[in-house]
């Protein structure tokens, strides 16, 4: 089992800047490709952006390139989210995901689940 809990959500205005974190335990954290994902009411899970066991390989949702960088450090069993340019429809409830065998796209690409943090862009 792994154990990903999430941290730094908030409100921010436009333009403002936030980090997710996300602090994982239980098994060996640099097994893992991590991904964050979002969700808003009624909607599905919406990937955002993803990061290989090593660091070296990322993916990114098209709406997020060039404003948000995930990044690892798994020293730490860290796994972060920087988000600049923040849009209102950046809106969302954040996750943490992780998984074995690929940095995929998709929500059943991924094993285990933090519990979300909320981010709100106000206008």
């Known amino acids: 089992q792994v154990q990903l809990v999430e941290s730094g959500g908030g409100l921010v205005q436009a333009g403002g800047s936030l980090r997710l974190s996300c602090l994982a335990s239980g098994r060996t954290f640099s097994n893992y490709h991590m991904a964050w994902f979002r969700q808003v009411p009624g909607k599905e899970r919406e990937f955002v952006a993803a990061i290989s066991w090593s660091g070296i390989n990322t993916r990114y949702a098209d709406s997020v390139k060039e404003r948000f960088t995930i990044s690892r450090d798994n020293a730490k069993n860290t796994v972060y989210l920087q988000m600049d340019s923040l849009k209102p429809e950046d809106t969302a409830v954040y996750f943490c995901?992780?998984?074995?065998?690929?940095?995929?796209?998709?929500?059943?690409?991924?094993?285990?689940w933090g519990q979300g943090t909320q981010v709100t862009v106000s206008s």
């Open positions: 995901a992780a998984a074995r065998l690929r940095i995929g796209v998709f929500s059943s690409d991924y094993n285990y």
